[in-house]
């Protein structure tokens, strides 16, 4: 007799009650030997490779790179040669989550009987059908009103999801928060597991509506302010450009004589703001104001991020990460460097350019921009409604700026 062995998601540590395939070493029809690698395995803490118990043929791959599967789930099958396919196919069936030994099958909507089970009772002679009631007219039910989340849940969906349902985390999140039973959601995942994707289609289908998701884009136009500006050193032309243009002097850079807003600041200010830049010449700058500057075109690169899924390994990390933020002590490190060369180079820059007076603060963001851009890990974000992380291709510096009000953290955008 041909023997057909199972290769599961196994069990590493008390805690895991799900793992992530990551990468097969076989292909199907490959032989291997006992403590052979077949297939490497991600938890929520490790990555390890799963080494096979016996000798067999990789018959079957049933799961790929990226399944989630919970412990002991059916993820490949080994097999004699001599194992025909339909065998296979059967062992699967029945490994299925969706399968049971229940015998003969049974009508829809009724249960099958054990094997040699009687019948609680006797099954009643035959008799006369009694004459039907007059029908009742019933009233439909009342749609669901939307939640606070905007998510109609329409009544053949409402109820409490049961425990052996298979489902994602997100998805019992998601029916927990808005009283569904996914035992009426049919799973497009491994296995039959029920996604949230497969959740909001089918509140969608059965006639309710789930809002759409809004795209983890970010804005190329810089926030404008709403400060009183009429303390604001400017000259007159400058601030009549200014009210014409619909321009706080607050967000204009002050580069003209004694510190004062001239035109070319509220030219860059309607640049940045993606504005008219129609503005009239009746001002004539004058010595050390940006005119020269303003006329270099500063592109603002698409920062669109790229979204990277989340492993098990990784939310972890971020679980554990965010709750040593809130628990645990932090300090800061102050280090003394070396920067004549830095304070070389910027008395180089300055000197090139009249026009522009460059900072060590202008110097240390470039810096830090250039850093993000070698070490692309770094230069992240996590969405927690997407649960993934944003990888962006540019690098936007936040800076601390004291004003007489507060504090501002103006973005300084693609500074690499």
Same mark, same amino acid.
């Given at each position: ?39 490497? *395995? ?153 996604? @949230? ?23 190329? *136009?810089?926030? @404008? ?15 009549? *450009? ?71 390994? @990784? ?57 993000? /851009? ?33 504090? /501002?953290?103006? *973005? ?5």
């Amino acid at each position: 007799m041909t023997t057909i062995r199972a290769i599961e998601i196994p069990k590493w540590g008390m805690t895991m009650a799900e793992g992530t395939v990551d990468e097969w070493h076989l292909a199907e029809g490959d032989s291997f030997a006992e403590g052979d690698l077949l297939v490497a *395995i991600e938890s929520t803490k490790v990555m390890n490779d799963l080494a096979a118990g016996f000798d067999g043929v990789l018959r079957r791959i049933i799961a790929h790179t990226g399944d989630v599967l919970p412990v002991g789930a059916l993820i490949g099958v080994s097999a004699d040669p001599s194992v025909s396919d339909e065998e296979i196919d059967a062992f699967i069936a029945e490994r299925s989550p969706d399968s049971g030994d229940t015998g003969d099958a049974a009508a829809p909507g009724t249960e099958a009987a054990p094997a040699g089970a009687a019948p609680e009772h006797d099954a009643p002679p035959a008799a006369a059908a009694p004459a039907p009631a007059p029908s009742v007219a019933t009233p439909a039910p009342a749609p669901a009103a939307p939640s606070a989340s905007g998510v109609t849940v329409p009544a053949s969906l409402r109820g409490v999801t049961a425990d052996d349902v298979f489902a994602t985390p997100h998805a019992l999140a998601f029916a927990e928060e808005h009283g569904i039973d996914l035992g009426a959601v049919t799973g497009s995942g491994r296995g039959g597991r029920v996604s @949230r994707s497969d959740v909001e289609d089918a509140v969608t289908a059965a006639g309710g509506s789930v809002p759409a998701k809004a795209e983890a884009t970010r804005s190329g *136009i810089p926030l @404008r302010s709403t400060v009183d500006d009429s303390g604001v050193d400017a000259t007159p032309v400058a601030r009549r *450009i200014a009210g014409e243009l619909g321009i706080n002097l607050n967000d204009c850079r002050a580069t003209g004589r004694l510190g004062r807003v001239c035109v070319p600041d509220v030219e860059e200010a309607a640049r940045r703001f993606g504005l008219s830049d129609a503005t009239t010449g009746a001002e004539t700058p004058g010595p050390g104001s940006s005119a020269d500057a303003a006329s270099f075109p500063v592109a603002e690169p698409a920062n669109t991020p790229e979204a990277v899924p989340f492993t098990g390994m @990784r939310q972890a990390i971020a679980s554990r990460l965010q709750q040593s933020a809130q628990t645990s002590p932090h300090f800061r490190v102050n280090q003394e460097v070396q920067i004549d060369a830095l304070l070389s180079l910027r008395k180089q820059v300055n000197e090139a350019v009249p026009a522009v007076k460059i900072s060590v603060n202008d110097l240390v963001i470039k810096a830090v921009a250039t850093a993000l /851009i070698r070490v692309p890990e770094v230069n992240v974000q996590f969405d927690e409604a997407s649960r993934t992380v944003l990888r962006f291709p540019s690098a936007d510096i936040s800076v601390a700026v004291s004003v007489d009000a507060g504090l /501002i953290t103006p *973005i300084v955008r693609g500074a690499d």
